[in-house]
Structures are given as C-alpha cells and as structure tokens.
C-alpha cells in the first residue's frame, strides 16, 4: 500500500484525487489536508506518506513555503512532490518543474495523475 498526500484547499479537488485514485486501484491510501499547514503537522507527527500532491496556491502558507519546510527537513527532503496548481504561467511551471518532480495543471484526469504517480515511485 503506497501513501499519497494530498495537500489542496479545493474540497473537490480533494475529493476527486481521493475517491478516483482509491477506486482505480487499491493499492492507494490518500490522505487529504486541506493547508500547508495541516501538510507540516502530519509530517512532524511521523505521518511520513511515500508522495505529496502539492497545491501551489493555498492560504496562509503557500505551496511553495510548504516545500521548503519539507527541503529543509533531513528525513522529508527525499519525499517526492507534484505541484497541483491552476496557474498556467511560465513562471509557475517552470518552477514547478525545477523544485518538484513533477507538475500537473488544474483540470486533470485522474489516470494522467495516476501513471505520473506510479512514474515517480517506481524511481
């Protein structure tokens, strides 16, 4: 059973990733955290999941502070993470793709998201 956190604050979002990846396959658990805040404290809380979706644009602390606090972090830093995000500007892309392992814009389909989950872990 592989673990997959999804920190977003779109509740349907949320829901979709959950729901679609656990009926796709079952050996998916995904936890959902609705801030990056929420994200930190499972994480201190030994809470430790095999690969983050990381929305970029969340309130309060952003995505790109959450990546930080887990870079900075010796036994978080080797955590893979996606960033989810709706922005589709080169800045955010690029960046994206530079500190994370992967970035998928808003919509997506949850296939899409599953064969580049099943890419990263296998790695």
Request: charged content about 25%; glycine content about 6%.
């Amino acid at each position: 059973m592989k673990k997959v956190m999804i920190v977003d604050d779109e509740p349907g979002v949320t829901y979709t990733v959950k729901h679609g990846l656990e009926s796709l396959d079952s050996y998916y658990e995904v936890i959902c955290v609705n801030s990056g805040e929420d994200c930190i404290e499972l994480l201190e809380r030994n809470q430790i999941p095999d690969l983050i979706l990381l929305d970029i644009m969340l309130p309060g602390m952003s995505g790109w502070a959450v990546y930080k606090k887990i870079q900075d972090h010796w036994s978080w830093k080797t955590i893979p993470i996606i960033f989810l995000t709706s922005r589709t500007d080169s800045v955010a892309k690029d960046a994206g793709s530079f500190f994370g392992n992967d970035f998928i814009t808003k919509p997506f389909k949850i296939p899409e998201l599953k064969m580049r989950i099943e890419r990263l872990l296998q790695k």
